[in-house]
């Protein structure tokens, strides 16, 4: 006796275009400030105060010649760049060990206590403890310096790093440790050679969003940075707004520079950027 097997049901198709036409609506309305952004930096303040969203005279680049002067770009960048990769590194490397430990211990009393201290530290911003920090980092001498951001950084962001390797870790079957173990392999050259490829999905979304937060941290660099060499591109972009005044003309276009390596970053590691949130939602 055959059983039928109902088809699948078709969308309808006016539905699926409905569909199109509002993520079309949904891209645009998205794109308006990034467009509004770009076309102002070409502007006078006489000229975008008139007429904020229609195009520019003329397209005159020297503008982001004076931004790039100005906020002194390459040691800007520099700077952003140490703190960010530095950041994403440590917290990748100690996340991943620690996540993967407790993960492997989670029956035992120690690492259930363990995890849930690191994970308070959810709970709170930073920013609570602020004080608490700055005397911290001023008693070990570490005052002005791109490390006093870099650890910081690595402390706010390794509970969440840590809480999405441990989900991860549960994901991979214990018997290729197991037969690690055999071959003679300790603990810590089973997690680099066998575990940690495996956890790449996790590790790729944990660089990513360590990028986006450490490039744009404003308020570590603030509290800790005093000298201009040692500061970033957001306390550059930030030196445009005064008390009583913001010079616009300068501001936008650092705006755009200081948003342009994210851009190039996410374009050159696209694939990289979907597969690996994409991979780690489905672990």
């Known amino acids: 006796m055959t059983t039928l097997v109902p088809a699948p049901r078709r969308t309808p198709r006016r539905y699926s275009v409905a569909a199109l036409v509002a993520m079309i609506l949904l891209a645009v309305l998205m794109l308006v400030p990034i467009y509004y952004l770009v076309v102002t930096t070409f502007k006078t303040a006489a000229e975008a105060a008139a007429s904020p969203m229609a195009l520019p005279s003329s397209w005159d680049l020297s503008v982001y010649i004076d931004a790039f002067v100005k906020m002194e770009y390459p040691r800007a960048f520099t700077n952003t760049f140490l703190i960010t990769l530095g950041s994403v590194v440590g917290v990748v490397a100690f996340s991943s060990m620690a996540g993967y430990s407790l993960s492997r211990r989670s029956k035992s009393r120690v690492a259930s206590i363990t995890l849930l201290v690191l994970l308070s530290g959810l709970m709170f911003p930073y920013q609570m403890s602020i004080l608490g920090l700055y005397d911290v980092i001023k008693a070990l001498g570490l005052m002005n310096s791109l490390l006093a951001v870099i650890f910081i950084n690595i402390a706010v962001n390794l509970p969440f790093a840590t809480l999405l390797f441990y989900a991860f870790t549960s994901t991979i ?110 672990g």
Not at 185 to 198: D, E, K, Q, S
Not at 201 to 211: D, E, K, Q
Not at 269 to 282: D, F
Request: cysteine-free; overall charge neutral; glycine content about 8%.
């Open 173 to 282: 079957p214990k018997e290729l440790e197991e037969a690690a173990g055999m071959d003679g392999a300790g603990t810590f050259r089973t997690f680099l050679t066998i575990v940690f490829p495996l956890l790449r999905p996790a590790a790729v979304t944990v660089a990513i969003l360590n990028t986006l937060n450490a490039w744009n941290d404003f308020m570590g660099p603030l509290y800790f940075l005093q000298s201009r060499d040692k500061q970033v591109i957001l306390q550059e972009v930030y030196r445009n707004i005064g008390q009583f005044s913001i010079d616009w003309t300068s501001l936008f276009p650092m705006m755009v520079l200081g948003v342009l390596p994210l851009v190039v970053f996410y374009l050159i590691l696209q694939r990289q950027v979907i597969g690996g949130v994409a991979g780690s939602i489905k």
